[in-house]
């Protein structure tokens, strides 16, 4: 099992940043990747970023250049940093964790609202 605690949501105006946490617990030494998934009012959730265990990135193309996904491994701690944040990033943004059996984890959501 792996347990996942996000922190740093909040509301933020258009042009500011935020840095999403997400603290990993359990059996970690399975992880494969994590990652950070949002879902916006009335849309279905989707990949922001990811990053697997050999340190290989991958963005959704609307977050590129603007979001930066990053680990400390010596916290089980993945990181979402988001600049020139825009109103339609507001969503829930979940972590995400993958296991080398493919089993998958996620966070209970952290809320980002981003007013123009």
């Known amino acids: 099992q792996v347990q996942l605690v996000e922190s740093g949501g909040g509301l933020v105006q258009a042009g500011g940043s935020l840095r999403l946490s997400c603290a990993a617990s359990?059996?970690?030494?399975?992880?494969?990747?994590m990652g950070w998934y949002r879902q916006g009012p009335g849309k279905q959730r989707e990949l922001v970023a990811r990053?697997?265990?050999?340190?290989?990135?991958n963005y959704a193309d609307s977050v590129k250049g603007r979001f930066t996904i990053s680990k400390d491994n010596a916290k089980n701690t993945v990181y979402l940093q988001m600049n020139s944040l825009k109103p339609e990033d507001t969503a829930v943004y979940y972590c995400?964790?993958?296991?080398?059996?493919?089993?998958?984890?996620w966070g209970q959501g952290t809320q980002v609202n981003v007013s123009s």
């Open positions: 995400h964790a993958q296991t080398v059996t493919f089993m998958n984890y």
């Open positions: 359990g059996s970690i030494f399975s992880l494969n990747a």
């Open positions: 990053i697997t265990s050999g340190g290989s990135t």
